[in-house]
């Protein structure tokens, strides 16, 4: 395999010019390779701590620590007492994701045709470093719409399945969903190596750490339709979140004959969060995870177990501790899980309509305005892109991410303040999206060199104006 090598272009005078690349690193210095050690040896047990808390501690985070601590209980006396992996969840997982495979692959989109406003169907993603353009097949809100079809038809007519079942095969299903995370990661690492889908597109650092985690691939796929980002960042995840949180109500009324009020309103909030998700899939391919990241054990093993196990943590706390929220407070965690979405969907909406109409729209009542930026892809290609500096990318170079860490403030606060199980989520996202605003930036100064500095310098706030 031939690792294509960056060529230095010619500017109009003549001189040589190295090409912008943006993306992920190309080299990894001491921290960041501590770092990805650190995720690969301690995430999936972080998983499983979580899981384990409630399994056998009541979802308290503290108490198995303490045992630990004052010598009653062991390592492997807790190790014992989680369920093992079992045949039963190998069959229900493999069904799952080879139902989800189907869905993507052999049911292609008819909803955008009537549906209004729906993108969906063939789209084309975004540029990719080495200049490519690659389409997609956008089917994710009709997935979503088939899987919970069925799973009502089951729930109200059929009864195939207990609506449980997801949870009482909570444990076992995790370490299928590991099963799955390791091998796809692997087999995109191997690929890389092996038979990529673009070599020119591929990014070896030469650390096998960091390659096996962040990736070597950018968009590996299968075929000219199966894309593994598009699949495992979308499906069989995110399909199954909505699920997920639907069989734990099923288990709250089973275990205590009623659905609290704390309990619906995790599930409204996050299927909102879900639906948009699939509403606006075309619009995701113009994002840092299909635009910037290559596939690896972040995205393959994230999207099979971090997302499904630590995304539900809310839902699988009110099943052992339901809470019934005064009206004040269910009513302060719903208008901050709504405002927060606003300001997320309409930032991400200024966004959209301001690249689509190339900055010829309205935006709150006025011309939008912007920075002119060009860039170079590793082809050689010469681009220009806009930056908007007004409405709320005026406010905040990532204020859609202000909104989503709202709506997931809104999320654990509706579990009330007994435990800090279900606050690992704000916790999480909270050093996610400033990494990734860090992250962001350091590609797109790496992208625009000189003219991102002039885009900072007119929008000088990351999140928060006036703060950070």
Partial sequence: M?????????????????????GRAWEVDWFSLISVVGLLCFAPFIVYYFVMACDQYQCSVTQPVLELFQGETTLLSIWSRTPSFTWSAAKIYTAWVAFQVFLYMCVPDVLHKFLPGYVGGVQDGARTPAGLVNKYEINGLQCWVITHA?????????????????????????????????????FAFLKAYLFPTNGVDCKFTGNLFYDYMMGIEFNPRIGKWFDFKLFFNGRPGIVAWTLINLSYMAKQQELHGHVTNSMILVNVLQAIYVLDFFWNEAWYLKTIDICHDHFGWYLGWGDCVWLPFLYTLQGLYLVYHPVQLTAPHALAVLSLGLVGYYIFRSTNHQKDLFRRTEGSCSIWGQKPKYIECAYRSADGGLHHSKLMTSGFWGVARHFNYTGDLMGSLAYCAACG???????????YMTILLVHRCVRDEHRCSSKYGKDWKRYTDAVPYRLIPGLF
């Fill in 2 to 22: 031939e690792v294509t090598k960056r060529r230095p272009l010619r500017t109009a005078n003549g001189t040589k010019e190295e090409p912008a690349q943006w």
């Fill in 150 to 186: 069925l799973w009502l038809a089951n729930a109200h007519y059929f009864h195939w399945f207990s609506p449980t079942v997801i949870f009482d095969h909570w444990i076992p299903l995790m370490w299928c969903t590991n099963i799955l995370g390791y091998a796809v990661s692997t």
């Fill in 417 to 427: 303040f007994g435990h800090l199980h279900p606050y690992f989520y704000i916790v």
